[in-house]
């Protein structure tokens, strides 16, 4: 990380405080995000708004105080904790002199440096390129072009200097490779379904503690820093319980306000989070941001439509807690809420171990139903899951289908279908089964 520093990445941050919640940020993240991106700030502009200037996003009063800043400090490049428009990003860069990014820009370029695999490389290019592609029209050559820094670092780099038809070929070539990739994803998880083993994922707000847990609990040596994003390519280990074993998988760090073009890029890795039938939502028990964080954690979930799924609430880092001892938090039905454990000293991994165990039981669902031929458009979605035991037929032509999945994707077939699959479930003994 020093390096970058000496590579002399000089930033003026400018956050704005909104009275409406949907637009506020949080200025100690942003510093936070800048540092992890590797640049160094030198200067903070605030202010409050009621709603964003059309021109400068800031208004003009501001938008000088931000160039005097720049001027006097002689940084290279301005950061809003925002999203900006193109025009607003390049009035602000014709005011400043130099280069203006936003929220979205400093994410992905965090991405970019953290992206470990092949598919998340793909991924944050895919990304970058999208993000740029709104961005091409604007004026770049009143500003000296300088190779790396925040923004222009990553596998799409030198695509800012191609024309729009060059950036188009390059996404498409790269959603034909993340196609392929995906394909391979899938496989390698209908083998896993068919080992029987459920997936346990780890999900959480990034810096939560998820790596340091995965890490500790497998015992491997997946990067783990003080740093946000560390993690951004799902990584699977097997964990043995006292009775049995998980597929337990480490995955991407969420934040608010996630940029949607990351959400729809990450779609794969999320995907192994929507497929899990377990989700451990690690927090970070000492961060006085933990319920705000908790929400924006919920809300992508249900963005991704995993909000059904089973989850275990995993209290991180009791150790930053005056005398507090690990514990299992069980709700009113008797079953696991929270566990409260501290990832780095390794404490209270047994009891997270048995919650786990206790939980496993009741999110695999086994049942038969029939389904009549006018229905059987219903087996695709069971077959996509991989969820099918045995198929017979009757008499009647009703197909008799034995399936096992998880009590979430069951439930999420159940609403689909609007309760037509719950009036399919029987008891093989009633009818007469024809093979
Ligand atoms: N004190 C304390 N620090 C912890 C604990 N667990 C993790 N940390 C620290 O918290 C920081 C973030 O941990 P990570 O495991 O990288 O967090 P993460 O949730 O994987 O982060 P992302 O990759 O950004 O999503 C690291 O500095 C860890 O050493 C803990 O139990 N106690």
Not at 156 to 184: A, F, S, Y
Not at 416 to 430: C, D, T
């Amino acid at each position: 990380m020093f390096d970058r520093y000496e590579a002399g990445e000089t930033a003026v941050l400018v956050h704005i405080d909104f009275a409406d919640e949907e637009r506020r940020e949080d200025l100690l993240e942003l510093q936070l995000l800048v540092e992890s991106a590797g640049a160094r700030s030198v200067g903070v502009i605030t202010g409050s708004r009621r709603s964003p200037d059309r021109k400068f996003f800031i208004g003009t009063g501001k938008a000088e105080e931000l160039a005097a800043m720049v001027a006097a400090t002689e940084a290279n490049v301005v950061i809003f904790n925002h999203a900006l428009s193109p025009a607003q990003e390049r009035n602000l860069e014709m005011v400043c002199q130099c280069r203006v990014l936003d929220r979205t820009t400093l994410i992905l370029d965090i991405f970019a440096q953290r992206a470990r695999t092949h598919e998340g490389k793909l991924q944050v290019e895919l990304a970058q390129l999208r993000h740029m592609s709104t961005r091409l029209i604007r004026g770049w050559t009143h500003l000296e072009r300088q190779k790396g820094g925040i923004g222009m670092r990553g596998p799409g780099e030198t695509q800012l200097e191609t024309d729009r038809r060059l950036l188009r070929g390059r996404i498409k070539n790269i959603n034909r490779r993340l196609e392929k990739v995906d394909k391979q994803r899938e496989q390698s998880r209908r083998a896993r379904k068919r080992s029987d083993l459920a997936t346990v994922s780890l999900v959480g707000y990034t810096n939560a503690g998820k790596s340091t847990l995965f890490n500790a609990l497998t015992s491997s040596e997946v990067y783990a820093a003080d740093q946000l994003f560390a993690t951004l390519d799902p990584t699977l280990r097997k964990l043995a319980l006292p009775d049995g074993a998980v597929i337990l998988a480490d995955t991407v760090g969420f934040i608010r306000h996630l940029p949607h073009d990351l959400v729809a890029a990450f779609k794969a890795t999320l995907q192994e989070t929507r497929q899990a039938e377990i989700l451990l939502h690690v927090v970070d028990c000492a961060d006085e941001n933990m319920t705000e964080n908790f929400d924006q954690v919920q809300s992508v979930l249900e963005e991704i439509d995993a909000d059904e799924i089973t989850q275990l609430v995993v209290c991180n880092k009791i150790d930053l807690l005056e005398d507090f001892a690990p514990r299992i938090d069980y709700n009113e039905d008797g079953k696991p809420e929270r566990v409260w454990v501290s990832a780095q000293k390794r404490i209270g991994f047994d009891l997270l171990l048995k919650a786990i165990t206790e939980l496993i039981g009741e999110v695999i669902c086994e049942l038969t139903l029939k389904i009549p031929a006018s229905a059987g458009h219903y087996l695709g979605q069971f077959y996509r899951l991989d969820a099918i035991q045995q198929k017979d037929y009757d008499d009647l032509g009703n197909c008799i289908l034995s399936v096992r999945l998880s009590d979430a994707d069951w439930r999420r077939l159940a609403k689909q279908s609007q309760g037509e699959l719950e009036a399919f479930i029987f008891e093989p003994s009633e009818v007469d089964v024809t093979c």
